[in-house]
């Protein structure tokens, strides 16, 4: 049902998608869709929240393919940005997600969210590039940029430059809470 579910509300968006065409395309009956879910927004918010788990699979691959720390850290920030190129995850999660869904969009997305960026905040403190503070708040507010720099790429007519943009100012915004730049851990080691 989740996969009918996914690829209908890609294709016609959450609300051009009826529930009863979502359990035929499942080979269903309706009786199904209610014993697992309490409503067709309770299905559109558990594909909502599998997406997200998808992104969040993204972020670790980019961040494992990068060197140094600062470098991971950005690679997942780009990675979380770069999900709106995947016209599915643009339309159901980006587009969709928060008209349909609203503070439960923000909640599922910080629960995938703030712990990574917190976590990655707490290694660079650790590793010296920034001072100790506390990263909750910080991660709060790195995650409320990166959700709207997305928007933005999202509802841009230019996404690739839009992108660009949005990265560049992830990574001042990144670079400028450290007290010492990547380039100086390099030349350390």
Not at 9 to 20: D, I, K
Request: with cysteine; proline share 4%.
């Amino acid at each position: 049902m989740l996969d009918a579910a996914r690829s209908l509300f890609s294709e016609r968006g959450y609300h051009g998608t009826a529930a009863e065409e979502i359990v035929r395309r499942a080979g269903l009956t309706r009786g199904a869709l209610y014993h697992h879910f309490e409503d067709k927004r309770d299905l559109f918010r558990e594909v909502v929240d599998e997406m997200e788990g998808e992104i969040d699979e993204e972020i670790e691959a980019a961040e494992h393919a990068e060197g140094t720390l600062p470098e991971s850290v950005m690679a997942g920030y780009r990675a979380f940005v770069d999900a709106v190129f995947d016209p599915e995850v643009r339309r159901t999660f980006f587009l969709d997600g928060p008209s349909v869904l609203g503070w439960q969009w923000r909640e599922i997305d910080a629960r995938h969210a703030v712990g990574k960026i917190e976590a990655g905040l707490e290694a660079l403190i650790a590793e010296g590039f920034m001072e100790p503070r506390p990263v909750g708040p910080m991660a709060r507010l790195i995650n409320g940029a990166l959700v709207e720099g997305a928007f933005f790429v999202a509802a841009s007519d230019t996404p690739e430059t839009a992108r660009d943009e949005v990265c560049d100012g992830m990574e001042r915004l990144l670079y400028g809470l450290m007290k010492r730049s990547p380039d100086s851990q390099a030349s350390r080691s």
